[in-house]
Structures are given as structure tokens and as C-alpha cells.
């Protein structure tokens, strides 16, 4: 509780002698009491007002379980309620109403009380592509679903959920959750609800029915410390020197993106030096790919593939920086079939649109653009001839480019114009994008940016943004 004092010698227009009245008719909900006291002079009134000022305390919930590591943070269970005291960037004061502590916490960790954010089911800062890449999971059936902030709507929701095609093959399918002028909200006009949660318990009631909701895929949070799992990477002897490995993590601390393997921590007190990212189950795409599982992935998972490293590489070449080894062994998946690029350990910022390496300088040779092997020259153009390669890799299941040659055998043959033929199952329209990152002239070969809008576009350009209502 906060307390102004001011003072006034115009009287507000109390009868004499009145000691207070409560001050009536003010908007702001922060002031409770007004409250006027008279001293009584000789020729004049002095009047003392007092503001009683209370301020709405801010509640919030822990969504993930937090292991305070400095001395001044507050540590916390899921679920527990905590008063925030300060707001400051990233970390704010708090303090748990549970055992009373005060100290720091990080801001992402929590929501408001009594407002959706705080449920398990709801997506704030989620993309409806990736929406539907979290949904098709493999550890979600259908009737999985989840509610997220429209991205066409600003202020509104929306409805995604897992369902099965006529043909049997999963989907993921969106409703506007539309609201009404008493803020209440609909899917159906048949039936409205007074709030969200009320409209979930209902069609969750109803899961007996067309697969219902399913609400299964809690496995998407993240937890740092104890509970996380992580990769480290460690410098072997010999294979590069130890500011060059400095250089890596500083690069990936530099480049941060959903579609970029996260830079958690690098360890440098002793030799040997280690970088600690973030842990991906299904280990390199490459790998996945040929797998029993990665073998079973249909063709518009292999095109989504596609598109979430040219995302990726989209953010890359916006910072513009190159990667100078992109293909599948360096493409991490997550068992969620999340892509993200890894392995920077060639990559380098460029400051005038080109990079040219030093003189012995070793690179994989079936992924080089021409420019890069003959003359050293990288820009972000050589990255999208390697991406045309990796793009090859992803539509065979991991087989090897360039099948049967060897590499002197491919830099001749490149050199005189041949490309890889259009492998067997591969679209015409996928073939093209190969074909096009391929061009002798790195300028004629198309953006990062661009091939990414082709490929998410892919199979949904002629589909309706949503479904009608259920």
C-alpha cells in the first residue's frame, strides 16, 4: 500500500466542519479511498488530502519447475503461485507464496494467474506451420490438439487439432475460435461458451466421438539444469585449434533461431573446452534418414524437411553470415521431427558478400558449388548450391550425391554442366528448386527466403486458410 499527500488551499466543495467524505465517481481502480481532512484557520480552510493508493498485486504461474543457480534467484515448483514485485527485462523479482522467498526469476517461465496462458493446451508464440509440425509428431494421436494466438487475427485464437484424412493419412486441421460482443466465444454459432476453458471441457467431453481432443503432447517443454538433456561437444586433438572452437560457440551465441541447435553454455575454466547445446533425440538428419524410422517418413514430411532449414538458413542469410557446410550430417532432428542446422564450424560472418578461404583449406567436395572448390569464393550463393545437394540427399532416404563418382570425377563433370538427374519419386516441382540452386551463376540462383516461402507453400498454396466450423 502506497501513500501520496498533497495539499490544497481550494476547497474541493465539503460543507463546513465536514471532516472526510469518500471521493466518488473516480475510473481508477488503484485508488480505493479518498479521504479529505480539515484544518480550520482564521480566515482561511487548509485542506490535507490523502491518497490511499493500493496497487492490483500481480499473480502468476510457474508453467516449468526452475533450480534457482545464483544466490539472489527464487527457485520454484510447476504449478506454484508467485507475487511479482518487479518487472525488469528478462528477470523479475518474485516471491513465492509458497515458501515465502523472494529472489529473482526468469519471466518466461511464468504466466498471469486466471488467464490461458497458464494452460497446458495453450501455444502463445507458435506459428501455424509449426503448429502442425509439433501436432504430427509421432508421440501425438489424432485428436491432439492446442490453441494458439492467430497469426492473420491479431487478438484472436485458434484451433488445431490432429485428425485423419479420407484417404487415412493424418492432417492437422485449424478453426477460428471466433468471439462474441459479451466475450464470450464460438467455433460453431450452435453454441457458445462464456470463456475458452469452458469451450475445451465441452468438446473434450465429447471425445468418444470423431476422436475427441486429445491433449497429449506435454513432452514440447523444455527445462534447463537437472532435468534438461543435453549434447556436449568436446575438441578432439589435432582437428582444430582452440580459438577456432571459440569461434564456433561464439558464432552459435550470436545466431539465435528456432531453427538454429541452441547454444546453452561453454565451459572454459580447463582443457578440453566444451560447448553444451541442446539435445536432439533422433541425432543428424542424415542418420534419421536412413533409419527404419526416417525410412517410413512420407514425401510431404520430407518437403516439410525441406522447408524448415531453408527457415533456417532464411535467418542466416538475413544476418548475413554463410554456413560453408550444409548437408544432412549437419542437420540435427529433434523426436518431435524438428530440423535445426548444427555444426558452424565453417561458417563465417561476411562483410562484403563474399569470403574466400585460406589457401590448403579443406571442404566436402560433392556439396561445393563450383566457384567455392575453384576459386575459394563463398558467399550465400555457394550455401544454396549445397542446399540443391541436400535437397537430393533428403528425397533418397540419405543416399550418397553424385552415386558412383568420385570426387575429381564430380568437379570435372560440374564443370562442364552436368547436374544429378531427377531421382525416382522426386516431384517435378521439388526437381526444379534442385535445379535452380544449381545455376553456373551464383546471382541467378534464388534466396534462402524465397525457396522457403516455395517450400512451406508447397502443398497448402490452393488450401483455405481454415476449416469450416465443426
Partial sequence: MKCFISQNNQSPGLLPGQVFQKMEGRSDERYSTFLCFCSFETFFVKFLFIYVYTEKEKIAIALYPYDAIHADDLGFKKGEKLKILEEHGEWWKAKSLTTRKEGFIPSNYVAEADTIETEEWFFKDIARK?????????????????????????????????????????????????????????????????????????????????????????????????????????????????????????????????????????????????????????????????????????LPKLIDFSAQIAEGMAYIEKKNYIHRDLRAANVLVSDSLLCKIADFGLARVIEDDQYTAREGAKFPIKWTAPEAINYGSFTIKSDMWSFGVLLYEIITYGKNPYPGMSNSEVMSSVQRGYRMPRPENCPTELYEIMTSCWKSKPDDRPTFDYIQSVLDDFYTATEGQYQQQP
Fill in 130 to 298: 509449426d503448429a502442425e509440425r509439433q501436432l504430427l509428431a509421432p508421440a501425438n494421436k489424432p485428436g491432439s490438439y492446442l490453441i494458439r494466438e492467430s497469426e492473420t487475427s491479431k487478438g484472436s485464437y485458434s484451433l488445431s487439432i490432429r485428425d485423419v484424412d479420407a484417404q487415412g493419412l493424418d492432417v492437422v486441421k485449424h478453426y477460428k475460435i471466433r468471439s462474441l460482443d459479451n466475450g464470450g466465444y464460438y467455433i460453431s454459432p450452435k453454441i457458445t461458451f462464456s470463456d475458452i476453458n469452458s469451450m475445451i471441457k465441452h468438446y473434450h467431453s465429447k471425445s468418444a466421438q470423431n476422436h475427441g481432443f486429445n491433449c497429449s503432447f506435454f513432452l514440447f517443454a523444455a527445462y534447463y539444469n537437472n532435468s534438461t538433456k543435453v549434447a556436449v561437444k568436446t575438441l578432439k586433438p589435432g582437428t582444430m585449434s582452440v580459438e577456432a572452437f571459440l569461434e564456433e560457440a561464439n558464432l552459435m551465441k550470436t545466431l539465435q533461431h528456432d531453427r538454429l541447435v541452441r547454444l546453452y553454455a561453454v565451459v572454459t575454466k580447463t582443457e578440453p573446452i566444451y560447448i553444451i547445446t541442446e539435445f536432439m533425440a533422433n541425432g543428424s538428419l542424415l542418420d534419421f534418414l536412413k533409419s527404419a524410422a526416417g525410412c517410413k517418413v512420407q
